[in-house]
């Protein structure tokens, strides 16, 4: 167990649907990352928070959101879905400081049929 | 246009062989860090390197970050089955929050 909970681990849903995506930072870290991972992009980085304000933003879709809660939680949302949506997406959490690791949760699974 | 790529993209080897994995870019980096991530899971970090010409060990890894800040190599000694799985660089540039991940070598050994 790392410390950081994504639920669910598994989401199946159809196009043009709506989903959330959770994500628990270890305790302590401040920061909370957004990951999406497909076979063919590899690693990419979607959107990070620190203690509840965005701090940087990637290649991250109109259509995708997300925030951080007071008590650091996060959300991923995930709106008109379609086919190529479909991908591993992690959360990580951080400490305060650049020069810490990552601690990535074990991603959910999302399929879009 | 990929930032960080890694060579070789696959990797299979036997049991007790010795091997390397590269990370390459032309931008340099204020810090840089190795991950390993096994199927179903998350990234796991494995070392953080932040100096031109930093040597690290880790047990039979050894992690060195380029003098220039722009590349940094993985070797591994006598690669055991339980190293297979997909290694990941990921470097920070300075005045940004976020680490860019790298393509990413899959490494399988063989028993």
């Known amino acids: 167990d790392s410390g950081v909970t994504q639920t669910p681990k598994h989401l199946i849903t159809a196009t043009g649907q709506r989903v959330t995506l959770r994500c628990s930072p270890r305790s302590g870290d401040l920061s909370v990352y957004w990951y999406q991972q497909s076979l063919d992009q590899g690693l990419q980085f979607l959107i990070q928070?620190?203690?509840?304000?965005?701090?940087a933003k990637g290649n991250i879709l109109e259509r995708f959101s997300a925030q951080q809660f007071p008590d650091l939680h996060s959300e991923l949302n995930l709106s008109s879905l379609e086919l190529g949506d479909s991908a591993l997406y992690f959360c990580?959490?951080?400490?305060?400081?650049?020069?810490?690791?990552?601690?990535f949760g074990s991603g959910t699974r999302l399929t879009v049929v | 246009t990929q930032l960080l790529e890694q060579s070789p993209q696959f990797l299979s080897i036997q049991e007790g062989e010795n091997l390397t994995v590269y990370c390459n870019s032309s931008?340099?980096?204020?810090?840089l860090q190795w991950y390993r991530q096994e199927p179903g899971e998350g990234p796991v970090l494995l070392v953080t390197?932040?100096?031109?010409?930093e040597v690290k060990k880790l047990k039979r890894l050894t992690f060195q970050f380029g003098d220039a800040r722009k590349d940094s190599s993985l070797h591994i000694t006598a690669a055991q089955p339980g190293d297979t799985g997909l290694y990941l660089c990921a470097g920070l540039r300075g005045g940004t929050y976020k680490y860019i991940f790298g393509t990413g070598t899959r490494l399988k050994v063989l028993a």
């Open positions: 390197v932040v100096t031109g010409g």
């Open positions: 931008s340099v980096f204020s810090s």
């Open positions: 928070y620190y203690n509840g304000e965005e701090r």
């Open positions: 990580a959490s951080s400490p305060l400081g650049q020069n810490y690791g990552y601690t």
